[in-house]
């Protein structure tokens, strides 16, 4: 078997590894005050390629929320690459992404439903680009922004989330 040797962007995801909470804000209405969540996130490693993390909390109606994110770095195509699942939705978001020149902001791309008022997905069968952005301001505190390319070609944020590693 191949032993493969981390490289500098493998080495790289290892910020995520920890124990985090998370505040998140997600626009409604104009005039509606933003919806709020909260939870906590367990980034693990998986060997010295991936990360792995999980993330607990609950949807602004009470109800008990899971998500998952895996990322690692394939250099063949030299790029980022991951998946994304959460128990509010039945789309397996793929991701591939870069990251920034400063080495803080990996920019992630992916297709998925295209979304209608109050975030719910259209069912008509209709796709859209996003992008979910991940920016480490410091060692323990990173901002996740998503976002959704209108048919006007311009994106739209519709969600940020804050993530503070716990002391």
Do not use: N
């Amino acid at each position: 078997m191949m032993k493969i040797e981390p490289s500098a962007e493998h080495k790289w995801l290892q910020k995520f590894v920890g124990e985090w909470t998370y505040e998140s804000e997600c626009p409604t209405e104009p005039g509606q005050p933003p919806m709020k969540f909260t939870g906590t996130e367990t980034g693990r490693a998986i060997g010295d390629l991936w990360i792995m993390c999980e993330g607990r909390g609950q949807m602004p109606d009470g109800t008990p929320a899971s998500m998952y994110l895996t990322l690692g770095f394939d250099p063949a195509r030299k790029a980022f690459v991951g998946s994304w699942i959460g128990s509010m939705m039945t789309h397996l978001w793929t991701y591939e992404g870069r990251l920034d020149d400063g080495r803080r902001i990996l920019t992630l791309d992916t297709v998925g439903p295209a979304m209608c008022g109050e975030g719910t997905p259209d069912t008509s069968g209709k796709t859209a680009r996003y992008q979910d952005v991940h920016e480490f301001r410091s060692d323990d505190h990173r901002v996740l922004t998503s976002r959704m390319q209108g048919e006007d070609g311009k994106w739209h944020q519709f969600m940020e989330c804050h993530y503070y590693r716990k002391k």
